[in-house]
């Protein structure tokens, strides 16, 4: 499975943005709906974390905590495509975003959960 992240840039703090991921290049027999998909983010020196997931079937969401409230994850399957839509952006949010897909996923809160990962897009907000 291949998966393009886009829709990073630079945004003053109380701003959105909305990230994309498309996915492309499934196994024979898979879909774009038999992958659940996450986003997460990677700030210098920090550890790769948790932003938010939505299981295959779209019927259920994760958020981490740090973005609860603020970040909203919804996928269009006829697009075979991911959002992070991004409000009320704060400096801390500042990272490189990743996209990753877990066939058939029930867990997903951690990288080792899955199979495929985007090259990442970066995100900038400014104080």
């Known amino acids: 499975v291949q998966l393009q992240a886009s829709g990073g840039g630079l945004v003053q703090a109380g701003g959105s943005l909305r990230l994309s991921c498309a996915a492309s290049r499934f196994p024979s027999g898979f879909s774009f709906s038999s992958y659940s998909m996450g986003w997460f983010r990677q700030a210098p020196g920090k550890e790769r974390e948790f932003v938010a997931a939505v299981i295959w079937s779209g019927t259920r969401r994760s958020y981490g905590d740090s973005v609860k409230g603020r970040f909203s994850i919804s996928r269009d399957n006829a697009k075979d495509t991911v959002f992070l839509q991004m409000n009320n952006l704060k400096p801390e949010d500042t990272a490189v975003y990743y996209c990753?897909?877990?066939?058939?996923?029930?867990?997903?809160?951690?990288?080792?959960?899955?199979?495929?990962w985007g090259q990442g897009t970066l995100v900038t907000v400014s104080s």
């Open positions: 990753a897909a877990a066939l058939y996923g029930y867990s997903w809160t951690r990288p080792n959960d899955y199979d495929y």
